[in-house]
């Protein structure tokens, strides 16, 4: 069961990797089972996003409702990502997608990049190289607050 919840914490655009590291780890998964195995299924959100782009977006965007929606959300992320992406390209939208904050990771670094035109073979293993730094972030920052938080309470 905890493989499932990690797979649906890490594709989820609200949490991701963020979510579904800590779920795993802090149900039983050992870390280096739970970093590649998030990381996969968070990669997944790359190329479903470019597919939803290129197809389902396409038909929805007639839609007063939706396109409010989505050109809001396209509008945060063209700011947040348009600095790195003139100046870096890929390797722009990777160092963004890696930093494991909130709206940074593969959904939107997928989405900004789509937004600034950079193409499909450039976007794809940009996020999937962000992803895994992220997830080696996340991974690091799990096992080093559980070492700190078993020894304070050890020292109690």
């Not at 493989?3 to 780890?25: D, M, N, Q, V």
């Not at 193409?119 to 070492?147: F, N, S």
């Amino acid at each position: 069961m905890a493989y499932l919840w990690t797979a649906f914490f890490s594709i989820l655009p609200i949490s991701e990797l963020r979510g579904g590291i800590p779920y795993a780890i802090v149900n039983g998964m050992d870390w280096f089972i739970a970093w590649p195995f998030a990381a996969a299924v968070n990669a997944l959100a790359a190329p479903l996003c470019w597919i939803f782009l290129s197809t389902v977006h396409r038909v929805f965007y007639g839609f007063a409702w939706y396109r409010v929606f989505f050109d809001r959300f396209v509008n945060r992320a063209r700011k947040k990502l348009e600095k790195g992406v003139a100046k870096w390209g890929a390797l722009g939208v990777a160092i963004f997608v890696a930093i494991p904050l909130p709206i940074t990771g593969a959904w939107t670094g997928t989405l900004g990049a789509w937004v600034m035109g950079l193409p499909k073979r450039k976007t794809l293993p940009a996020v999937i190289l962000g992803v895994v730094i992220a997830g080696g972030i996340v991974t690091a920052v799990m096992l080093l607050g559980r070492g700190a938080f078993n020894f304070f309470i050890k020292e109690l």
